[in-house]
Structures are given as C-alpha cells and as structure tokens.
C-alpha cells in the first residue's frame, strides 16, 4: 500500500491499548499493595486502568446545589505545540508593526495568504534573510512552501524584507534571541541619506503643544538633538529616538501610536502560558447543559449519540488546524475540601453504605495516608497531592502532556458522565519525548525551559507513534480507576460532561525516583512541592509501622544522600557552621535563591542579609556568592550533624515494641552490610587479583543494596581488565585500528598511574603511525603522475614494520600486485617484436587501459603507434582488393561464382550485407548486426555518405582510433 493511502487510513483507535486490570475482591481490599504486585507489568505502558469488582460503587456524595466553580477557558489550537509558536510569531509580528504606528497586512500569493510564520521557518533553515539573497535562494524558498512554480520569488523576497526581516532583526537586538547568524542589522546609514533629503512632520504628536516638548531633547541612541523633525516620543515612556537611529531604523514617521524598542520589547515579550478562568460562574447543572448544548450544536446530533471515534479524529483536527478558533472550558483543579469530594467522607456520610466507604480503602480522600504510603509522612495537606482535585469535563476540554508532582503515582476516578480519553507514554519513552517535543517547538523551549512542567503544551499522540516514542492510549468510563505511573507522561481530552477525582500517592519503589526528579527540578529552577530530604528524615524519625521493603529503600536513599551531603560540607569545612532545627521554618524561608530547591539539610546564608539563602550546589558549581559583604558574614546553616544517619535506622527498629515485622532480619542484614564494606575499604587499598575482587562483586549481589564500594569494585576489575587486555593487545603481531581507539577511549575512564599512561602512551603512538601511513598511501594513491613500484613496495614495508592492520595497506598491495604482472605482459610483448612478431592494437590499448597506475606507458604507446598504423595500412590493401575485384565482376572479367566471401569463405549464396569499410560481402546466415554508437569518421570513410554505415568486426578496429561521430551497423 503506498504511504500517503496508509497516512490517509490512520486512526487513533489503532494506537496500542494499556494495560487494563481487573482484580478480584480479595486483591482489591489492599489497593498499593495489589498496585505493588502488578507494577513490573503495568508500568511497561505508563497507564493503567483498573475495573472494580463487580457491586463496588460508591455513592456520589456531592451536594450539587451548593457545587459553584468557575471553569478554565480552553483554545484548543493554542494549545499545540508547533500552533502555539505560529500564534506567538504572528502575534509578535502584528504587536510590533501596530504599537510603531503601522498598519500591516497579510499578502496574498497565488490567490492565498502568505502564511508568515512558514516563511520565517523557512528562510531561517536556508541560514537567514542575507543567506537566501546572498546565495540566490529565494527559488528553494517557494519550493519549500508549496507554490506552484518559482515566479513569485522576488514577490516572496519583498513581503520577508519589508514584513518579516525587521521583526527578526528587532527580536535578536532587543529581545536577546539567537536566530539565524546572518540575520544581519539593516544599514542605518541608508536611512540617513534619504533623512538629509527630506523633512518630517510628526504625525503621533501633532499637537501645537507637543511640538515644544522636541526642544532640548536628546536621543536615547546617539545623544544628539539635531534633527528634530525626525525624533519620535515614546508613547509609553516618553523617551526620544531619532527614527534612523532605531534598530532596525524607519523611513518615516509612522502614523499612530509609537513605542520605543524598550517598552516594545516588554510588550512582545509579556505572554504568558496557561488558561484564562471563564467569566461566569456554574452549578453542576448549568456546567452540564451549557456542556451538552454546544455538543449536539457541534455535532448536530444528540450528545449521547456522537460516537467516540469521531469525537477523537475531530478533537486533533482541531488541536493541530490554525484556522479553526473553537473554544471550551473546563473546571480543572477544584479543591475538594472546599467544594466537595464525590467520595463519602464521615462528615457528608449519611447512610450506612456512604459510611461504609467513607473507609474504604480506595477512597482517594484518604488514599496518600493509606498504610504503605509513603506521603503518610507529610503533615501539611497539599492539594492535589494529598487532598484531591475534582474535574468537571465537557467535549474537548483536556489535559496537556506531563508528569506527576516530584514523579509521584497519581490515581483518577471517573464518577459519572461520559467517557475520558487517556494517552500515556511510559518512564522508559520519557526521555525521547521530551527529545521530540524540543525538537517540534524549540522557540517555546528557549523562552521557558520547563514547560513541560506547566501542563499547557500537548502533542499529537499520532507524531509519537510516527516518531517511534512508544505511546498508549485508554478509556475511562465511569467507575473505572486510571493510574499512572512514576515519570509516565500522560495527557487526555473528554469525550462529553463528566465528573473526575484525582490525588497522587508513593511506594516505597519511588523514593530513589523522587530523588532523581528534585535533581532535575534545579536543572529548571521549578518550586519543590515538598522538601524531599525532610521526607526521608520524617521518615526515619516515625519507624512506627515501617515496612520492611519501605524500610530498605529508604535506607539506601539515605545512604545516598548522607555520602553527598557530608562531600558538600567537607569542601565548604572553612565556612562558620550554626545549627538550626529548619523544620521550623516555612517552606519559602528555605528556598535557594537560585535554582528554587526546599533545603532542608543545610543552606548557605549571610547573616547581613537572611533572605538571600542558596544551595550547596549553587555556590559550588555555580561560584555564585550570596552578597557582596565580608566574607566572614558567609556561613553554614544546618540541621543538627547527622553523620550517624546511616546506622539511625537499625538503631531506632532495636528500640521499637516487637510488632514490628521483620526487625531481627533488617538488624542481622545491616550487620553483613557493615562488615561488607569494611573489608571492601581494605582491599580497594590495597593490590590484589582480578579473581579477588570479583568474589566481592558476587558477595555484594546477596545482599540486595547498592553501595558504592561497589562501583568502586566494579571500576576496579574493569581497570585490571583493560590492563591485562591492552598488554596482550600489543603482543600481537598485527592490530588494529578498531582496537586501539576501543582502547583508549576504555582507558580514559581510569584515574592516571604510571601503569595506565604508559599503556596509554604505547596505545596513542600505534595510533599516530598508522594515522600518519594512512594519510601518506593515500596521498600517494591520488597523486599525479602516479607513484612507482619501488614508493609503493617501500610504503608496503613500513606498514609490515607498524604491525598494524591498515585500512587503505591492501588496496596497496593489490595494485602493486597488478602492476608487476602488466610488467611482466609488457617484457613479453617486447620479446616477441624483437622476434619480429605483429602485437595486435587491441590487446596492446587493453594492456596501456590497465597499466594506469606505477606503470611508465611510453614504449606501450608507441608500440600501440606502430600497431595502429600498421592496422591502417593493411585495412586500405583489403578494402583496395575488393573494390577491384568488384569493379572486375562489374566488367565481366569474373564471376562471382568464382570467388569466395565472408568469414565462412564461400561463394554467393542467399541474402548478403557489405561492409562499408573493407568492401567485402558477408552472409546474413553467417553473421548478426549491431549498431555502434560511437564511431568516428576517417580518411577511409569520407565515401560513407549515409548516416548508417555496416562495418564487419575486424574493421571496426579501424573505426575507434577515428575522429566524428557516426552510427554504424557492425557485423560479427
């Protein structure tokens, strides 16, 4: 099937489906921990959905007369990636001809309008507006967009210089974007000539009075006050510009309101993602019939009617189509406590069933305090986290691609309504997506490097699955669970008027993740919704209840963390340290000024100047300071020393009541792994066997924990392999060239001893030899005139002497091989002229075609001369000959029963051809025709008057060492 019919038939309903759940009511009675037994399975699709057993419904506990919320309002072709950079340009470029007075309209080519935006992108990948002219571009241009033929690119070219280019120019000047490098300024001095020639009239201060306010006023640009008649007032700022001192500079004074570059720039520069509220406020019933009539307007049908399939083709129709304005809203992000939560809570809880899942386990009011939980440890009730947010959907209202709070589980009820399309892609694709969607919209990246984290870009799951990011889709009805996974990047839309509730929550498996996600929450500078490293040691504090596996990944998170946090404060040891209990503090008295983590170990801080706290990360790998002021001011603050963190743990489990599951086995586990890296300290110092060392690395597996004496294990055991094998490496007696780079680029990863450089040393110099004689054979391989045998048997005998295996040594080789043989051929033919022997000109041109390299072809040729000549010479005897016997045959001298013909050499018999060259006759039974394409006229063949000539095999010898070209017949 061809592509474009496969593209035509596509249809979201053929993306892969997630996975779906269905427990039985045993497993559902403990919900993380049937979450924790299907986790290896379930998150290959980043989403889930999970099918109540049959009977379990909750009733609906929302009092809908009192439920007032005002919804978000969605345009969902802004809400495209690669859309919203179309608006934002266009946007731009009309908020930058309007506030400079200029009334700017769109122009139409081909009986269309150009669309800018496509230009712009355009001529920015042929390298920019000074490219495109430079080397004659503007042809491609039209091509790139689609127009019909390349008549309008000179139209094309105007429209970008006079609409477009100044944007660009004033965009990369004033408003610091790095666009195409030849995106040059346009020439002031141009502007100042025509200036000399003409006088202004100021037609945005034609006022009487305003024409006073020019006197004693000096440009912000050259600080002069001449020119008058061509300085402009800000409209906003009232700061004075001569209108050729501008950059990009104006021709003449625009009409209209004017503003400066400064003020223009905060003016272009002031968008801001995310959705407007709507101005009226709901009551579910409203929300609904409000939500109900659009669809069935929209869709002309019933809205319970417009199947689910269409619903999706149009909703992307509409995501990804510019020309289309549609508008929806959407109540997002309600807070449950304040409005309400759909679950029975045992203050709403009036009936004995609303009681009974007023507990329920799966009541998301509760669900982050649930006993495997990990949130259970954060005391302050943030919404959305740990206190719910309810959502009330209509027809296309959505949610945009993105991650969980700190990579957080999340998990989604749908009360009631229609149904709610869900897409995810799971932690293993979330790397290639956020790869892809910085690749499809870089602009909106380069303004804000973590939008991903603000839920307002979406992606057509379609490009993903194009893309090879592997992507899932789902369908959430109502009663159904969705959960979705640490870093799964979901996104969704709803199909019709619904009712969601939604919370987050974390096992024990997330806590290493979580520690990931703040680490890269600094790379962005984005808020901390809790401090990660308070978690930990809230945790540690409240053993209560701890599970063993909980308890085991939370030992080895903190193993991770003291090692990093004492590293920090060994180099910062000459800064005056004070202690602090930083639970104390609000979150927003701990924030790094930098990078906006929440502190909570240790901060640096100037005591002249509190406020101004950062991060160890952000003074060291930064080098920024915290103020200006003494040095001495600078200190350390920090909670109490928490060098024993590592061994707090076990010690606070032997002290709790004997309920505790497992305490003997986690006591008796941090005893082996205490002993473990004792002795693993001990032999890292010292020199011992391969095989040593890997006895550790198989005693380390048993006991389940990453440390990082193993690592430093492994490292070590790659050192001593790397040696063994580069020792071994350079015994052989040919290398080559894969093996050395492979090592060393292998032995870059080692610390330097004297050993390793050696190695290293050897390793480079092999390199750089054949490097050399590689760049030397092929040097003499192209060169002219070409090498002898004696430079190419010499270049054979170095490269013996490297021991390498070198790519170009046996085309070497091979040639010269080939070039003594023709040697050899050449002697014997030598040898058999001076026995007077005849050489033919066609075995003597194949030898001078092959002797084309270190071969010297001077008596080849003239022996070819010889021959050649010699070939001539008998041709006009044979073709004499027959044109004798011929003009005899005419006169009757003889019969033509008496002679014989063709290379048979019998008389006249059947259908004959003659050769137009050497005359004689040919049987057609005896031979076959073929035309010759390329055949040149010579003396012999100025009586060949037809543009067709037959020629029998022997002659066409004769015919190649001629001059014109000819078609001819040859006779084999």
């Not at 439920?67 to 990636?81: G, I, Y």
């Not at 790139?144 to 965009?171: C, G, M, W």
């Amino acid at each position: 099937m061809p592509k474009a019919s496969a593209e035509k038939e596509w249809k979201f309903s053929m993306l892969p489906k997630a996975n779906v759940f269905h427990p039985t009511l045993e497993e559902f009675a403990n919900p993380l921990k049937y979450i924790s037994s299907i986790r290896e399975v379930a998150k290959t699709t980043g989403i889930i959905k999970v099918v109540p057993p049959e009977g379990w419904a909750p009733p609906f506990s929302v009092d809908i007369a009192k439920f007032l919320f005002t919804p978000r309002v969605q345009k969902l072709n802004e809400l495209e990636a690669k859309s919203r950079c179309h608006f934002q340009f266009m946007e731009g470029l009309a908020k930058f001809w309007h506030l400079q007075g200029v009334d700017v309209k769109i122009p139409h080519v081909e009986y269309k309008p150009l669309d800018m935006y496509a230009l712009h992108k355009v001529v920015q990948d042929f390298g920019g507006y000074e490219k495109c002219c430079s080397s004659k571009k503007w042809s491609a241009v039209c091509k790139k967009l689609k127009f019909k033929d390349r008549s309008p690119a000179n139209t094309i070219r105007q429209h970008y210089e006079k609409i477009v280019h100044p944007y660009i120019v004033f965009r990369r000047v004033h408003c610091g974007e790095n666009l195409a490098s030849d995106e040059k300024n346009i020439t002031v001095e141009l502007i100042k000539e025509k200036m000399e020639k003409t006088e202004y009239k100021h037609a945005n201060n034609t006022d009487d009075k305003k024409e006073l306010l020019y006197e004693n006023l000096f440009c912000k640009v050259c600080k002069n006050g001449d020119r008058d008649d061509a300085m402009l007032l800000c409209d906003e700022c009232d700061e004075p510009y001569h209108i050729y001192c501008l950059n990009p500079p104006l021709e003449k004074i625009p009409s209209g309101e004017w503003r400066c570059p400064v003020c223009l720039a905060k003016e272009i520069d002031n968008r801001q993602f995310g959705f407007e509220q709507a101005k009226k406020e709901y009551t579910l019933s409203q929300f609904g019939q409000m939500a109900d009539n659009f669809k069935s307007r929209y869709f002309k049908m019933q809205a319970s009617e417009v199947p689910i399939d269409r619903v999706e083709e149009e909703f992307w129709r509409l995501v990804c189509c510019v020309d289309e304005d549609v508008a929806v809203e959407y109540g997002a992000d309600l807070l449950s406590s304040e409005l309400d939560s759909g679950f029975p809570t045992h203050q709403n809880a009036k009936t004995d069933i609303a009681k009974e899942y007023a507990d329920d386990p799966w009541n998301l009011t509760h669900f982050a305090d649930l006993e495997e939980s990990v949130l259970k440890y954060i005391t302050e009730p943030i919404s959305g986290v740990k206190i719910p947010w309810v959502y009330v959907g209509m027809v296309f209202s959505s949610f945009c691609w993105h991650v969980e709070d700190h990579w957080t589980y999340s998990i989604n009820y749908q009360h009631w309504g229609e149904s709610k399309v869900w897409y995810g892609v799971p932690d293993s694709g979330a790397q290639d997506f956020e790869d892809l969607i910085k690749k499809e919209a870089p602009e909106l990246f380069t303004k804000e490097p973590s939008l991903m984290h603000q839920l307002v870009t979406t992606l057509s799951p379609k490009l993903l699955h194009d893309k090879g990011v592997p992507v899932y889709t789902l369908r959430q009805l109502p009663g159904d669970f969705i959960i979705t996974f640490p870093r799964a990047y979901h996104a969704g839309f709803n199909s019709g008027f619904n009712f969601n509730e939604a919370c987050n929550f974390a096992t024990a498996d997330w806590i290493p993740l979580g520690r990931q996600c703040v680490d890269q929450y600094k790379e962005f500078g984005r808020y901390n919704v809790f401090s990660h490293e308070e978690l930990l040691l809230r945790m540690v504090s409240k053993t209560d209840g701890l599970l063993l596996d909980m308890a085991e990944t939370l030992y080895n998170d903190l193993l991770v963390t003291v090692e990093r946090e004492l590293g920090q404060r060994e180099s910062l040891k000459h800064i005056q340290t004070e202690f602090l209990e930083f639970e104390e503090l609000p979150d927003e008295k701990r924030v790094c000024r930098m990078c906006n983590c929440t502190m909570f170990l240790s901060s640096i801080v100037c005591s002249c100047h509190p406020g101004n706290v950062q991060c160890y990360n952000c003074t060291m790998f930064l080098s920024s300071i915290v103020c200006s002021c003494h040095p001495g001011n600078v200190q350390c603050v920090t909670v109490p020393c928490f060098s024993a963190l590592s061994s707090v743990l076990v010690t606070q489990v032997t002290e709790l009541p004997c309920h505790v599951p497992d305490s003997t086995l986690l006591q008796e586990h941090y005893v082996r792994i205490v002993d473990f890296t004792e002795r693993c300290d001990r032999a890292l110092n010292k020199k011992l066997a391969k095989s040593q060392y890997e006895d550790m690395l198989k005693e380390s597996r048993r006991l389940e924990i990453d440390l990082p004496q193993i690592h430093a294990l492994k490292q070590e055991i790659k050192k001593i392999q790397w040696i063994e094998d580069v020792t071994e490496l350079l015994k052989r007696a040919t290398i080559s060239f894969s093996d050395l780079q492979e090592g060393l680029c292998e032995g870059a990863n080692f610390p330097n001893t004297k050993q390793i450089e050696d190695l290293r040393d050897k390793l480079e110099d092999k390199l750089m030899a054949g490097q050399r004689w590689e760049e030397k054979a092929q040097g003499l391989l192209s060169a002219r005139p070409r090498p002898t045998l004696s430079k190419l048997h010499k270049l054979l005998k170095e490269a013996e002497r490297l021991g390498l295996s070198l790519p170009t040594a046996p085309s070497v080789k091979s040639i010269m091989v080939k070039a003594m043989d023709w040697g050899k051929t050449l002697s014997d033919i030598k040898l058999e002229q001076s026995k007077g022997h005849y050489t033919s000109v066609k075995q003597l041109e194949g030898l001078l075609l092959k002797g084309s390299l270190s071969n010297d072809n001077r008596p080849l040729e003239e022996s070819l001369r010889e021959s050649t000549a010699k070939e001539f010479t008998e041709m006009k005897k044979r073709r004499g000959a027959n044109m004798l016997r011929t003009e005899q045959e005419e006169k009757g001298m003889i019969s033509e029963d008496d002679n014989v013909y063709c290379i048979c050499r019998r008389g006249v018999d059947g259908a004959m051809t003659q050769c137009d060259l050497c005359y004689d006759w040919f049987h057609n039974k005896c031979v076959s025709i073929a035309k010759h394409k390329d055949v040149k006229n010579s003396d012999i063949m100025k009586d060949v008057k037809s543009n067709k000539a037959t020629v029998c095999g022997p002659s066409t010898r004769t015919i190649n060492h001629t001059t014109t070209s000819r078609q001819v017949l040859i006779i084999y």
